[in-house]
């Protein structure tokens, strides 16, 4: 596709409930990264697939957080056992690792997720 | 270990002003520097990204960084403001290596006074 795309755009769940979230790179992109932006903060960065591994997960904040990406495009950020905390944007970003721009990464539109 | 500090959360200049938002790094390695805008509602746009080829960049929409290695600064520059670049701003840094992840500052809303 023309740039990177996140569903839903928006997601509010109930305390204990488990979501996903969807990720669509920019085609051809071998990187994929999750970032979470809490209100007034800048982003921070939670994990990193290259092709269907994850190459780094450092930023996960606990085992309630977890990341797929079976096929090396598509990467779904699954969190269970949601808590208020959770509330954040959620942003998506790919990058290529070859060619002029290899190693910029373009972000998605994000996903906010509200946790009641 | 890398970090960003950004000087100021919130910067206002008049319209036609210079426009200056202040970014400092803190690198082990050589570092790559970005800064990224955020318009309301929307997703993170890259401005501009030093790589090491020249220490003045120019992005998009007449903005420039200098990168300064003595002053570990990473400023962003604007000669004449637009009530069009009322936005957030996050400088960032990364590694080496093309795939590492990027470390944000926590941001500048810049706001354009008419």
């Known amino acids: 596709g023309a740039g990177v795309s996140q569903t839903p755009s928006n997601k509010v769940t109930e305390k204990g409930k488990y979501v996903e979230l969807r990720c669509d790179p920019i085609?051809?992109?071998?990187?994929l990264y999750w970032y979470r932006q809490s209100l007034g903060q800048g982003p921070e960065f939670l994990i990193y697939?290259?092709?269907?591994?994850?190459?780094?997960d450092s930023g996960l904040p606990n085992d309630r957080f977890f990341a797929v990406r079976p096929e090396g495009s598509v990467s779904t950020l699954k969190i269970q056992r949601t808590e208020r905390g959770d509330s954040a944007v959620y942003l998506c970003?790919?990058?290529?690792?070859?060619?002029?721009?290899?190693?910029?990464?373009?972000f998605g539109p994000g996903t906010r997720l509200t946790v009641l | 270990a890398q970090s960003v500090t950004q000087l100021g959360s919130h910067v206002s200049v008049s319209e036609g002003a210079l426009v200056l938002l202040r970014c400092n790094y803190s690198?082990?390695?050589?570092?790559?520097l970005f800064w990224y805008v955020q318009y309301p509602n929307q997703g993170l746009q890259l401005l501009l990204k030093?790589?090491?080829?020249?220490?003045l960049v120019k992005g998009i929409n007449g903005f420039e960084a200098e990168f300064k290695k003595s002053e570990t600064s990473f400023h962003l520059t604007k000669p004449s403001a637009h009530m069009s670049d009322a936005a957030e701003y996050f400088c960032?840094?990364?590694?080496?290596?093309?795939?590492?992840?990027?470390?944000f500052g926590k941001g500048t809303r810049l706001h354009i006074l008419p």
């Open positions: 970003a790919s990058s290529s690792v070859v060619g002029a721009v290899a190693g910029t990464q373009y």
């Open positions: 085609s051809g992109h071998t990187a």
């Open positions: 697939f290259q092709g269907t591994g994850a190459a780094d």
């Open positions: 690198s082990s390695v050589p570092p790559y």
């Open positions: 030093y790589t090491s080829a020249a220490t």
């Open positions: 960032a840094v990364r590694g080496g290596n093309r795939d590492d992840k990027i470390i």
